[in-house]
């Protein structure tokens, strides 16, 4: 199982024809925008992090009557089937189906291959990588909510339309992110 | 309003397609990137905003009816509380809200636990909304501000400038990464 496993995950990444081919970056980068493109001309600029609380006052809402209600979040942002949350069903069906086709492709191109893990710390037990996840998730959501937008409605959209608050935003995440990744995850040993 | 869904819908499958091949579904990408150990997640992020940069511009100067603006406020210290938040949270987690989902659609534990964390996170933000608000997103609201509103000047050649300067950067951090690599002598993707 380890060794398919790692056939999944090992692409060729020095092949002849892969070096004459259009890098990764710039082929899913380039379609990153022209889907950009698509969700501005037809609904709203592309974001991820409000849905996560739509979801929850959708999900809660059916749990406990009247939640979404009380809410003065969820009043101001809306909850229920949103685009936004179809948006965020999309994104993890779309990922579901590249995971799938690459591996019915038999193992290539399900992925580029990224390079073990570069920190050394960050491994740990499983318990501890699980715990470290979530209190991630829990963090940049929080944080996302606060600042009106995340790595998606921040940068790449507010970017995109050239807001000053995505610029902002931009800076402070990638400086606060560098230095507690720094700080939390030691050298890698080899 | 169901065709708004799925719009909403097929922009996912889109975005969550391309963030999976480009590598997002996995932390190491994220964590490497916030090391500077490999820029891909940064040429990414900026492929996309210069192909969306010139499209929007593009697309309002031709019929400025089809682009749905949504520029976010710049009230000062929300986005930047909020982008520390988040800058840890990625650096813990490896993910950020839209990538947690797209690990998650191929199954990767941490990330369902960063998704896990993100609905909590959502949920403590809903419920602290109410003391928050006055504190740190109604005082220093500086509006939706741009970068053409504030130089007064018109939104193309604007756009057009930026996108050249982030194509600038882009290869900057090419040249970069190919020298890192030489030095380094060790064989990293893309």
Known sequence: ?190 | MTTTLLLGFLTGIGFGFALHRAGFSRCNLVHRGLWLRDFTMLKVMLTAIVVSLIGIAALSALSPELVHWKIKPLYLWGVIAGGFIFGVGIALGGYCPGTAVVGLGSGIGEAILAVVGGLMGALAFIVVYPWLKPILIEPANLGKITIPSVLGLPVLPVALAFALMLVGVIWWLTRLERRMRERAKAPVQN
């Open chain 1, 1 to 190: 199982m380890a060794v398919s496993e790692m056939k999944v995950r090992t692409f060729p990444a020095t092949g002849k024809s892969d070096a004459a081919r259009m890098p990764n970056w710039l082929k899913w980068g380039a379609l990153i925008g022209l889907v950009q493109i698509f969700a501005i001309a037809t609904v709203a600029p592309l974001g991820v992090s409000t849905a996560y609380p739509q979801f929850v006052g959708l999900v809660l809402d059916r749990l406990f009557p009247g939640f979404a209600a009380q809410q003065l979040y969820l009043r101001e942002i809306g909850t229920g089937v949103t685009w936004e949350v179809m948006l965020l069903a999309g994104l993890f069906t779309g990922a579901l189906l590249s995971f799938l086709l690459g591996r019915m492709k038999g193992g290539l191109h399900s992925q580029p291959a990224v390079a073990p893990v570069c920190v050394t710390g960050f491994e740990g037990s499983r318990m501890r990588r699980y715990v470290r996840a979530w209190l991630g998730g829990f963090l940049f959501i929080f944080g996302a909510r606060l600042a009106g937008g995340c790595t998606t409605g921040h940068m790449l959209s507010g970017m995109a339309q050239m807001a000053i608050s995505g610029l902002v935003f931009g800076a402070v995440a990638f400086g606060t992110g560098m230095l507690f990744a720094k700080l939390l995850f030691r050298e890698p040993s080899r």
